[in-house]
């Protein structure tokens, strides 16, 4: 009997130690699950800095470009200064207003060197507000983000936002404009063209006349989702279609013709918000 209660109690002690263990090894591997999560949201903000970082780097270089050619053309001009020795009144005169135009024009190119800047650092802003708000959930053939010039494009992929021929919008489409919305909305100094694009696949329905037709009232889908379910001031907001045209691939090819079934979203600078940046008044003054 005194035996059979000792390999009792050493049975104990042998399957506690073993649940201990693997409770030990579920915490460790939860651990280890937490960190690689970490690491991956890590990963996603490093892209996002190095996506800005080259874009100031292109900026600076694109200023320090432009400075050298400045600095060119002035030397030039000082040494045909320098090579006159005899200079009538009228020249003198002359010079002087080619000085003081000089000084006008060092003003504007300020200026504009200013309002390219302001510009540029809005753009950027923006477009890296937007990948950050859509960059869970959403595979990378379904939706492109870049500035170009003075606008901010995102390309939206029709597959993602409409069944086969329809203007109906998903529920996916639905909520992928709620977070664009959500970036763009608040912002008073934009306007916000939605186009639609189609491959050259002919349709033709009761509804639907053309591809055109198509496009447009995709376009206008997207317009009034913004608006209505998401309120967007109107004000700022376009629709227009492109249908068939202004194609970005080869429509003979299946890859072609899904690369143009696409919706743009186009964020613009007001007109005179632009101005603003133009404005003579505003611009850094001479030192």
Not at 142 to 152: L, Q, S
Not at 157 to 178: I, N, P, R, Y
Request: aromatic share 4%.
């Amino acid at each position: 009997m005194k035996l059979i209660l000792q390999f009792f109690v050493l049975f104990l002690i042998v399957s506690t130690t073993s649940c201990v263990s693997n409770k030990k090894f579920t915490e460790v591997e939860s651990q280890l699950e937490q960190c690689e999560l970490e690491k991956n949201r890590l990963n996603n903000d490093l892209g996002i800095c190095e996506v800005a970082l080259k874009a100031k780097q292109d900026q600076v270089a694109d200023l320090k470009s432009q400075i050298e050619d400045y600095k060119k053309m002035m030397s030039e001009q000082i040494t045909q200064v320098g090579d006159l020795t005899v200079l009538s009144k009228e020249a003198n005169e002359n010079i002087k207003l080619t000085l003081a135009q000089m000084d006008k024009r060092d003003d504007y190119i300020r200026m504009l060197q200013a309002a390219k800047s302001k510009a540029d650092s809005m753009n950027l802003a923006l477009a890296l507000n937007l990948k950050g708000v859509l960059k869970d959930g959403i595979l990378d053939e379904d939706i492109e983000i870049m500035v170009d010039k003075t606008v901010v494009y995102v390309n939206l992929s029709d597959k993602m936002l409409f069944s086969s021929g329809s203007t109906k919008l998903t529920s996916k489409a639905q909520e992928v404009l709620g977070k664009i919305a959500k970036v763009l909305g608040p912002r008073k100094d934009i306007e916000i063209m939605v186009e639609g694009y189609t491959d050259d696949v002919p349709i033709a329905t009761a509804c639907v006349k053309d591809n055109w037709d198509l496009s447009v009232m995709r376009a206008t889908s997207v317009v009034r989702v913004l608006k209505d379910k998401y309120g967007v001031n109107p004000d700022k907001l376009i629709a227009s279609g492109r249908g068939e045209h202004n194609a970005l691939g080869n429509n003979s090819t299946a890859e072609g013709r899904k690369m143009n079934r696409r919706t743009r979203i186009i964020i613009l600078p007001k007109l005179n918000q632009f101005y603003d940046l133009l404005d003579p008044a505003k611009a850094p003054k001479s030192k």
